[in-house]
Protein backbone atom coordinates (compact mmCIF):
# COMPACT_ATOMS: atom_id res chain seq x y z
CA UNK A 1 0.00 0.00 0.00
CA UNK A 2 1.43 3.46 -0.75
CA UNK A 3 0.53 7.09 -1.15
CA UNK A 4 1.05 8.50 -4.81
CA UNK A 5 -0.24 11.06 -4.53
CA UNK A 6 -1.57 14.49 -2.57
CA UNK A 7 -4.14 17.48 -3.15
CA UNK A 8 -5.60 20.29 -1.44
CA UNK A 9 -7.85 23.00 -2.51
CA UNK A 10 -9.23 26.09 -0.15
CA UNK A 11 -11.53 28.69 -0.77
CA UNK A 12 -10.15 31.93 -2.29
CA UNK A 13 -12.07 33.77 0.30
CA UNK A 14 -10.19 34.49 3.31
CA UNK A 15 -11.97 35.61 6.80
CA UNK A 16 -9.08 36.85 9.54
CA UNK A 17 -9.41 37.31 13.23
CA UNK A 18 -10.01 41.24 12.84
CA UNK A 19 -13.20 40.05 10.49
CA UNK A 20 -14.48 38.01 13.11
CA UNK A 21 -14.04 40.97 16.01
CA UNK A 22 -16.51 42.73 14.12
CA UNK A 23 -19.13 39.90 14.06
CA UNK A 24 -18.46 38.67 17.73
CA UNK A 25 -17.52 39.82 21.35
CA UNK A 26 -13.73 38.57 20.64
CA UNK A 27 -9.94 39.99 19.75
CA UNK A 28 -7.34 38.64 17.65
CA UNK A 29 -5.39 38.26 20.62
CA UNK A 30 -7.66 36.04 22.23
CA UNK A 31 -8.33 33.93 19.40
CA UNK A 32 -4.46 33.24 18.64
CA UNK A 33 -3.48 33.07 22.46
CA UNK A 34 -5.92 29.87 22.82
CA UNK A 35 -6.26 28.43 19.67
CA UNK A 36 -2.99 29.47 17.30
CA UNK A 37 -5.91 30.47 14.29
CA UNK A 38 -4.67 33.74 12.48
CA UNK A 39 -6.99 32.90 9.75
CA UNK A 40 -9.40 30.62 7.93
CA UNK A 41 -11.23 30.30 4.71
CA UNK A 42 -14.99 30.37 3.90
CA UNK A 43 -16.30 29.24 0.74
CA UNK A 44 -18.85 31.07 -1.04
CA UNK A 45 -22.07 30.51 -2.42
CA UNK A 46 -21.66 27.07 -5.16
CA UNK A 47 -18.51 26.54 -3.39
CA UNK A 48 -19.93 22.96 -2.02
CA UNK A 49 -17.94 20.08 -0.01
CA UNK A 50 -18.06 18.33 -3.73
CA UNK A 51 -16.54 21.35 -5.19
CA UNK A 52 -13.85 21.80 -2.97
CA UNK A 53 -13.52 18.05 -2.84
CA UNK A 54 -12.85 17.61 -6.85
CA UNK A 55 -10.64 20.13 -6.79
CA UNK A 56 -8.39 18.47 -4.23
CA UNK A 57 -8.86 15.53 -5.83
CA UNK A 58 -7.71 16.73 -9.15
CA UNK A 59 -4.33 18.02 -7.90
CA UNK A 60 -4.36 14.42 -6.06
CA UNK A 61 -4.56 12.24 -9.26
CA UNK A 62 -2.24 15.10 -11.43
CA UNK A 63 0.26 14.52 -8.42
CA UNK A 64 0.01 10.68 -8.80
CA UNK A 65 0.36 10.84 -12.21
CA UNK A 66 -3.39 8.77 -12.92
CA UNK A 67 -6.38 9.08 -14.56
CA UNK A 68 -10.12 9.44 -13.14
CA UNK A 69 -10.98 6.15 -15.31
CA UNK A 70 -8.13 4.29 -13.47
CA UNK A 71 -9.68 4.81 -9.99
CA UNK A 72 -11.56 1.61 -8.35
CA UNK A 73 -13.06 3.20 -5.47
CA UNK A 74 -13.86 6.90 -3.69
CA UNK A 75 -14.04 7.01 -0.29
CA UNK A 76 -14.89 10.78 1.69
CA UNK A 77 -14.55 11.61 4.55
CA UNK A 78 -16.76 14.81 5.43
CA UNK A 79 -19.55 15.58 8.06
CA UNK A 80 -20.18 18.70 5.88
CA UNK A 81 -21.87 16.56 2.73
CA UNK A 82 -23.78 18.84 -0.21
CA UNK A 83 -26.98 16.36 0.52
CA UNK A 84 -28.27 13.86 3.00
CA UNK A 85 -28.08 12.20 -0.55
CA UNK A 86 -26.17 11.29 -2.92
CA UNK A 87 -23.10 10.54 -1.17
CA UNK A 88 -20.63 13.81 -1.70
CA UNK A 89 -18.39 10.74 -3.29
CA UNK A 90 -20.75 10.11 -6.11
CA UNK A 91 -20.58 14.03 -7.04
CA UNK A 92 -16.85 13.98 -7.24
CA UNK A 93 -16.70 10.58 -9.17
CA UNK A 94 -18.84 12.22 -11.83
CA UNK A 95 -17.41 15.34 -11.97
CA UNK A 96 -13.92 13.90 -12.26
CA UNK A 97 -15.14 11.18 -14.71
CA UNK A 98 -13.89 8.34 -12.93
CA UNK A 99 -16.43 6.02 -14.45
CA UNK A 100 -15.12 2.78 -13.02
CA UNK A 101 -15.11 3.76 -9.61
CA UNK A 102 -17.49 3.10 -6.79
CA UNK A 103 -18.16 5.90 -4.36
CA UNK A 104 -19.52 6.69 -0.34
CA UNK A 105 -18.98 8.87 2.34
CA UNK A 106 -17.95 8.15 5.66
CA UNK A 107 -18.28 10.40 8.66
CA UNK A 108 -16.21 10.57 11.81
CA UNK A 109 -16.72 14.06 12.07
CA UNK A 110 -13.05 15.66 12.16
CA UNK A 111 -11.79 11.99 11.99
CA UNK A 112 -13.45 11.34 8.81
CA UNK A 113 -9.73 11.36 7.13
CA UNK A 114 -8.91 8.79 9.28
CA UNK A 115 -11.60 6.26 8.86
CA UNK A 116 -11.70 7.46 5.34
CA UNK A 117 -8.00 6.62 4.67
CA UNK A 118 -7.87 3.53 6.79
CA UNK A 119 -11.27 2.25 4.94
CA UNK A 120 -9.66 2.69 1.60
CA UNK A 121 -6.29 1.29 2.69
CA UNK A 122 -8.17 -2.24 3.44
CA UNK A 123 -9.26 -2.24 0.08
CA UNK A 124 -5.92 -1.70 -1.49
CA UNK A 125 -4.45 -4.63 0.75
CA UNK A 126 -7.31 -7.04 0.56
CA UNK A 127 -7.33 -6.89 -3.30
CA UNK A 128 -10.97 -5.28 -3.67
CA UNK A 129 -9.20 -2.25 -5.62
CA UNK A 130 -5.62 -1.33 -7.31
CA UNK A 131 -6.38 2.52 -6.64
CA UNK A 132 -8.20 4.55 -4.46
CA UNK A 133 -8.61 8.13 -4.11
CA UNK A 134 -9.56 9.33 -0.38
CA UNK A 135 -10.43 12.38 0.49
CA UNK A 136 -11.36 14.56 3.20
CA UNK A 137 -13.82 17.79 2.69
CA UNK A 138 -15.28 20.15 4.69
CA UNK A 139 -17.57 23.52 4.32
CA UNK A 140 -17.81 23.59 8.30
CA UNK A 141 -19.18 27.63 7.74
CA UNK A 142 -22.67 25.75 6.85
CA UNK A 143 -22.81 24.90 10.05
CA UNK A 144 -21.68 27.12 12.05
CA UNK A 145 -23.54 29.83 14.30
CA UNK A 146 -21.68 33.15 13.45
CA UNK A 147 -23.11 34.54 16.47
CA UNK A 148 -21.21 31.64 18.78
CA UNK A 149 -18.10 33.07 19.44
CA UNK A 150 -17.04 29.74 21.19
CA UNK A 151 -17.41 28.19 18.06
CA UNK A 152 -17.35 30.60 14.82
CA UNK A 153 -13.55 30.95 15.70
CA UNK A 154 -12.62 27.80 15.17
CA UNK A 155 -13.34 25.94 12.19
CA UNK A 156 -12.76 26.69 8.43
CA UNK A 157 -13.50 25.17 5.02
CA UNK A 158 -11.57 23.03 3.01
CA UNK A 159 -10.42 19.85 1.15
CA UNK A 160 -7.55 17.75 0.91
CA UNK A 161 -7.09 14.10 -1.11
CA UNK A 162 -4.56 11.36 -1.45
CA UNK A 163 -4.54 8.51 -3.63
CA UNK A 164 -3.47 5.23 -2.65
CA UNK A 165 -1.97 1.95 -4.59
CA UNK A 166 -0.60 -1.35 -4.52
CA UNK A 167 3.23 -1.43 -4.19
CA UNK A 168 5.49 -4.04 -4.26
CA UNK A 169 7.68 -5.15 -1.49
CA UNK A 170 10.30 -3.53 -3.08
CA UNK A 171 9.89 0.00 -3.00
CA UNK A 172 8.96 2.11 0.30
CA UNK A 173 5.73 2.74 1.46
CA UNK A 174 3.55 0.71 3.62
CA UNK A 175 0.48 1.05 6.37
CA UNK A 176 2.58 0.55 9.46
CA UNK A 177 -0.53 0.52 11.93
CA UNK A 178 -3.91 2.06 12.69
CA UNK A 179 -5.83 2.43 15.90
CA UNK A 180 -9.31 3.77 15.35
CA UNK A 181 -11.22 4.66 18.51
CA UNK A 182 -15.20 5.82 19.81
CA UNK A 183 -16.75 6.95 22.42
CA UNK A 184 -20.67 7.75 21.65
CA UNK A 185 -21.29 8.18 25.62
CA UNK A 186 -19.45 11.66 25.09
CA UNK A 187 -21.33 12.62 22.58
CA UNK A 188 -22.77 15.57 24.14
CA UNK A 189 -19.82 17.30 24.07
CA UNK A 190 -19.54 18.16 20.08
CA UNK A 191 -22.30 17.75 18.36
CA UNK A 192 -24.40 19.15 15.46
CA UNK A 193 -27.75 18.16 15.07
CA UNK A 194 -29.42 16.09 12.16
CA UNK A 195 -33.09 15.70 10.51
CA UNK A 196 -34.28 13.45 13.51
CA UNK A 197 -32.88 15.86 16.05
CA UNK A 198 -35.11 18.62 15.78
CA UNK A 199 -32.92 21.56 17.37
CA UNK A 200 -33.59 21.78 21.45
CA UNK A 201 -36.25 24.64 22.51
CA UNK A 202 -34.69 28.20 22.78
CA UNK A 203 -31.51 27.57 20.42
CA UNK A 204 -31.26 29.42 17.28
CA UNK A 205 -31.81 27.26 14.18
CA UNK A 206 -29.84 25.53 12.65
CA UNK A 207 -28.42 22.84 13.17
CA UNK A 208 -25.55 24.30 14.41
CA UNK A 209 -22.39 22.80 16.16
CA UNK A 210 -22.73 22.67 19.56
CA UNK A 211 -19.48 22.47 21.75
CA UNK A 212 -17.86 21.81 25.37
CA UNK A 213 -14.82 23.83 24.09
CA UNK A 214 -12.91 22.98 27.52
CA UNK A 215 -13.71 19.16 27.84
CA UNK A 216 -13.51 18.48 24.31
CA UNK A 217 -9.56 20.00 24.59
CA UNK A 218 -9.03 17.80 27.72
CA UNK A 219 -10.65 14.62 25.64
CA UNK A 220 -8.93 15.29 22.95
CA UNK A 221 -4.98 15.58 24.57
CA UNK A 222 -5.99 12.51 26.46
CA UNK A 223 -7.47 10.49 23.04
CA UNK A 224 -4.64 11.63 20.64
CA UNK A 225 -1.92 10.58 23.25
CA UNK A 226 -3.14 7.25 23.95
CA UNK A 227 -4.13 6.70 20.51
CA UNK A 228 -0.54 7.33 19.20
CA UNK A 229 0.95 5.16 21.64
CA UNK A 230 -1.19 2.35 20.48
CA UNK A 231 -0.45 3.14 17.24
CA UNK A 232 3.30 3.45 17.79
CA UNK A 233 3.21 -0.01 19.61
CA UNK A 234 1.65 -1.68 17.16
CA UNK A 235 4.18 -0.56 14.60
CA UNK A 236 7.05 -1.68 16.66
CA UNK A 237 8.34 2.29 16.16
CA UNK A 238 9.50 4.11 18.78
CA UNK A 239 8.46 7.96 19.22
CA UNK A 240 12.36 8.87 18.12
CA UNK A 241 11.67 6.65 14.77
CA UNK A 242 8.81 9.06 13.57
CA UNK A 243 10.09 11.90 11.23
CA UNK A 244 7.12 13.81 10.97
CA UNK A 245 3.42 13.82 12.92
CA UNK A 246 0.51 15.46 11.47
CA UNK A 247 -1.90 16.14 13.91
CA UNK A 248 -5.42 16.94 13.20
CA UNK A 249 -5.02 21.02 12.78
CA UNK A 250 -7.71 21.52 15.80
CA UNK A 251 -5.83 23.74 18.64
CA UNK A 252 -2.24 24.67 18.55
CA UNK A 253 -3.04 24.05 22.36
CA UNK A 254 -4.02 20.56 21.68
CA UNK A 255 -0.77 20.04 19.41
CA UNK A 256 1.31 20.88 21.58
CA UNK A 257 0.03 19.06 24.80
CA UNK A 258 -0.22 15.83 22.89
CA UNK A 259 3.34 16.25 21.48
CA UNK A 260 4.80 17.21 24.95
CA UNK A 261 2.97 13.92 26.39
CA UNK A 262 4.57 11.54 23.63
CA UNK A 263 8.40 13.03 24.21
CA UNK A 264 7.30 14.68 20.47
CA UNK A 265 9.84 17.21 19.15
CA UNK A 266 8.40 20.40 17.65
CA UNK A 267 10.03 20.51 14.96
CA UNK A 268 8.57 17.03 14.21
CA UNK A 269 5.01 17.89 14.22
CA UNK A 270 3.51 19.92 11.43
CA UNK A 271 0.48 22.59 12.14
CA UNK A 272 -0.69 25.01 9.53
CA UNK A 273 -3.71 25.60 11.51
CA UNK A 274 -2.84 29.05 12.14
CA UNK A 275 -3.96 29.95 8.18
CA UNK A 276 -6.98 27.34 8.04
CA UNK A 277 -8.42 26.56 11.26
CA UNK A 278 -10.11 23.33 11.72
CA UNK A 279 -11.55 22.05 8.36
CA UNK A 280 -12.82 18.67 9.91
CA UNK A 281 -12.14 16.06 7.82
CA UNK A 282 -9.74 18.43 5.70
CA UNK A 283 -6.94 18.95 8.26
CA UNK A 284 -4.78 16.10 7.94
CA UNK A 285 -4.86 15.73 4.18
CA UNK A 286 -4.47 19.43 3.45
CA UNK A 287 -1.61 19.68 6.25
CA UNK A 288 -0.44 16.31 4.77
CA UNK A 289 -0.40 18.00 1.06
CA UNK A 290 1.41 21.10 2.50
CA UNK A 291 4.20 19.38 4.42
CA UNK A 292 5.01 17.43 1.23
CA UNK A 293 5.47 20.73 -0.83
CA UNK A 294 7.85 21.76 1.77
CA UNK A 295 9.98 18.65 1.06
CA UNK A 296 8.97 17.89 4.98
CA UNK A 297 8.45 13.72 3.86
CA UNK A 298 11.02 11.47 2.16
CA UNK A 299 10.65 8.34 0.73
CA UNK A 300 11.26 5.94 3.87
CA UNK A 301 9.88 8.09 6.64
CA UNK A 302 7.69 7.31 9.12
CA UNK A 303 5.10 9.38 8.98
CA UNK A 304 2.12 9.64 12.25
CA UNK A 305 -1.07 11.11 11.52
CA UNK A 306 -3.50 11.75 14.74
CA UNK A 307 -7.58 12.83 14.51
CA UNK A 308 -10.23 13.72 16.80
CA UNK A 309 -13.33 14.50 16.81
CA UNK A 310 -17.15 14.71 17.53
CA UNK A 311 -18.80 11.00 18.53
CA UNK A 312 -16.47 11.21 19.83
CA UNK A 313 -14.66 9.58 17.62
CA UNK A 314 -10.59 9.55 17.29
CA UNK A 315 -7.44 7.50 16.17
CA UNK A 316 -3.85 7.36 14.84
CA UNK A 317 -1.95 5.91 12.08
CA UNK A 318 1.86 5.30 11.26
CA UNK A 319 2.17 4.86 7.79
CA UNK A 320 6.08 4.49 5.59
CA UNK A 321 6.03 7.44 3.35
CA UNK A 322 6.74 6.44 -0.34
CA UNK A 323 7.01 9.44 -1.82
CA UNK A 324 5.03 12.07 -3.37
CA UNK A 325 5.24 14.55 -6.60
CA UNK A 326 4.32 18.15 -5.32
CA UNK A 327 0.77 19.24 -7.09
CA UNK A 328 0.19 22.59 -7.46
CA UNK A 329 -2.74 24.11 -4.49
CA UNK A 330 -5.60 26.36 -6.04
CA UNK A 331 -5.28 28.12 -2.59
CA UNK A 332 -4.62 31.67 -3.62
CA UNK A 333 -4.76 34.07 0.01
CA UNK A 334 -6.80 36.70 -0.75
CA UNK A 335 -8.76 38.86 1.91
CA UNK A 336 -12.31 39.83 0.49
CA UNK A 337 -14.15 42.40 2.55
CA UNK A 338 -15.87 41.40 5.43
CA UNK A 339 -19.82 41.87 4.14
CA UNK A 340 -18.78 39.44 1.61
CA UNK A 341 -17.10 36.67 4.13
CA UNK A 342 -20.02 36.57 6.32
CA UNK A 343 -22.28 33.24 5.19
CA UNK A 344 -26.17 34.79 5.07
N1 LIG B 1 -13.40 35.27 22.35
C1 LIG B 1 -13.32 35.72 23.62
N2 LIG B 1 -13.70 35.00 24.68
C2 LIG B 1 -14.19 33.77 24.44
C3 LIG B 1 -14.31 33.24 23.16
C4 LIG B 1 -13.90 34.04 22.09
N3 LIG B 1 -13.96 33.65 20.82
N4 LIG B 1 -14.82 32.01 23.24
C5 LIG B 1 -15.02 31.75 24.54
N5 LIG B 1 -14.65 32.81 25.27
C6 LIG B 1 -14.69 33.00 26.70
C7 LIG B 1 -15.59 32.00 27.38
O1 LIG B 1 -16.93 32.44 27.28
C8 LIG B 1 -15.05 32.03 28.79
O2 LIG B 1 -15.61 33.14 29.44
P1 LIG B 1 -16.23 32.97 30.91
O3 LIG B 1 -15.09 32.51 31.75
O4 LIG B 1 -16.70 34.36 31.20
O5 LIG B 1 -17.32 31.98 30.77
C9 LIG B 1 -13.58 32.32 28.62
O6 LIG B 1 -13.42 32.75 27.28
C10 LIG B 1 -12.67 31.15 28.88
O7 LIG B 1 -13.27 29.99 28.33
P2 LIG B 1 -12.53 28.62 28.40
O8 LIG B 1 -13.47 27.60 27.89
O9 LIG B 1 -11.87 28.40 29.70
O10 LIG B 1 -11.35 28.87 27.38
P3 LIG B 1 -10.31 27.83 26.88
O11 LIG B 1 -8.97 28.24 27.29
O12 LIG B 1 -10.74 26.42 27.16
O13 LIG B 1 -10.40 28.04 25.31
C11 LIG B 1 -11.39 26.95 23.42
C12 LIG B 1 -11.62 27.82 24.66
C13 LIG B 1 -12.71 26.70 22.73
C14 LIG B 1 -10.44 27.68 22.49
C15 LIG B 1 -10.73 25.63 23.89
O14 LIG B 1 -11.49 25.09 24.96
C16 LIG B 1 -10.66 24.63 22.79
O15 LIG B 1 -9.98 24.83 21.81
N6 LIG B 1 -11.33 23.47 22.94
C17 LIG B 1 -11.32 22.46 21.95
C18 LIG B 1 -12.18 22.86 20.80
C19 LIG B 1 -11.96 22.02 19.59
O16 LIG B 1 -10.84 21.87 19.18
N7 LIG B 1 -13.02 21.48 19.03
C20 LIG B 1 -12.97 20.69 17.88
C21 LIG B 1 -12.37 19.39 18.19
S1 LIG B 1 -12.27 18.42 16.74
Same mark, same amino acid.
Given at each position: MRITGLGRAVPEQVLTNTDLERMVETTDEWIVERTGIRERHIAVPGETTSTLG???ARAALDSAGVSAEAIDLIVVGTSTPDAVFPATASRIQDALGARRAGAFDVNAACAGFLAAIS?? $? !???????AERVLVVGAETMSRIIDWTDRNTCVLFGDGAGAVVLERGTADEPGALESF?????????????????????????????????????VFRQAVTAMTQAAAEALARAGLGVSDIA????? !?????????? #?????????RVFTNLERY???SSASIPIALSEANDLGR? !??????????????? &???? $??? =??????????????????? =? !? #??? &?
Open positions: TAATG $M !QFVAGGGVLRSDGSLASLLYCGGPNEPAIAGSPAGPYIVMDGRNLCVPH !QANLRIVDAV #ARNLGLRGDGNTL !QPGDHLLMLAFGGGL &AWGA $MVV =EWAGVRSARPRDASVHVPL =E !Q #AVP &A
